[in-house]
């Protein structure tokens, strides 16, 4: 707990956005059609290259949160965004 809570503070003092969205990011469950749409707020049919657009943004803004304290978890948020394209991306090609 104490870690969790010096990553935070960590995260925070050097980007706060970056905070917020990660946050964000790891409340959403990237396994769900509509938890994926969530995290990369996108549509739950959008086209490929907008989900493309939306995980680099995201995946942009959360490298900016690369500082020691919160590497491990600024690692889940960039995995989460993986997921969720792949998420989509299964669910375009009819759920394979």
């Known amino acids: 707990l104490e870690a969790a809570s010096r990553a935070v503070e960590a995260l925070a003092e050097h980007n706060c956005q970056t905070a917020k969205e990660l946050h964000r990011v790891l ?3 990237p396994f769900t ?3 994926a749409a969530s995290l990369l707020q996108v ?3 959008a086209e490929e ?3 493309k657009k939306a995980v680099e943004d ?3 803004l959360l490298a900016k949160g690369q500082v ?3 590497l491990a978890e600024v690692q889940r948020g960039v995995d989460a965004c993986s997921a969720a394209s ?3 991306r299964i669910t375009r ?3 394979a």
Do not use: F, M, N
Request: proline fraction near 0%; glycine fraction near 12%; aromatic fraction near 0%.
């Open 33 to 35: 059609l509509k938890g």
């Open 58 to 60: 995201l995946k942009q």
């Open 49 to 51: 290259a907008q989900v």
């Open 86 to 88: 792949e998420t989509l």
């Open 93 to 95: 090609q009819g759920g």
């Open 43 to 45: 549509e739950t049919d």
């Open 27 to 29: 409340r959403c469950d």
């Open 68 to 70: 020691q304290e919160a």
